[in-house]
Nanobody, 123 residues
Framework: QVHVVESGGGLVQAGGSLRLSCAAS????????MGWFRQAPGKEREFVAA????????DYADSVKGRFTVSRDNAKNTVYLQMNSLKPEDTAVYYC????????????????WGQGTQVTVSS
């Protein structure tokens, strides 16, 4: 079992940057693919980025390509989401999730979810 906790959210001006962290517990962290999702008020949760257990396979939503970077440190049981050139439409609660299969994360499915961290981008 994997327990994940997000941190790093906050208020930032448009054009600014934030780095989210997702700390995971569990000895098998390095065998899980990890994903980031977000949900804005009144909207459905959407996929943002995912990274395979090996840190090599990576996938992004088109809306964040070139601006966001996902990475992981298996020694620290942590996955990161570096967000640059933030836009007001990036405002949402950001969730971290873990699953055995990267493809399932891309489809919005995961075995384990965090509680989320709020990101607010002001114009």
């Amino acid at each position: 079992q994997v327990h994940v906790v997000e941190s790093g959210g906050g208020l930032v001006q448009a054009g600014g940057s934030l780095r989210l962290s997702c700390a995971a517990s569990g000895r098998s962290f390095s065998s899980y693919s990890m994903g980031w999702f977000r949900q804005a008020p009144g909207k459905e949760r959407e996929f943002v980025a995912a990274i395979g257990w090996d840190g090599i396979r990576i996938d992004y939503a088109d809306s964040v390509k070139g601006r966001f970077t996902v990475s992981r440190d298996n020694a620290k049981n942590t996955v990161y989401l570096q967000m640059n050139s933030l836009k007001p439409e990036d405002t949402a609660v950001y969730y971290c999730a873990a699953d055995t299969y990267l493809g399932r994360l891309r489809g919005g499915v995961a075995d384990y979810w965090g509680q989320g961290t709020q990101v607010t981008v002001s114009s």
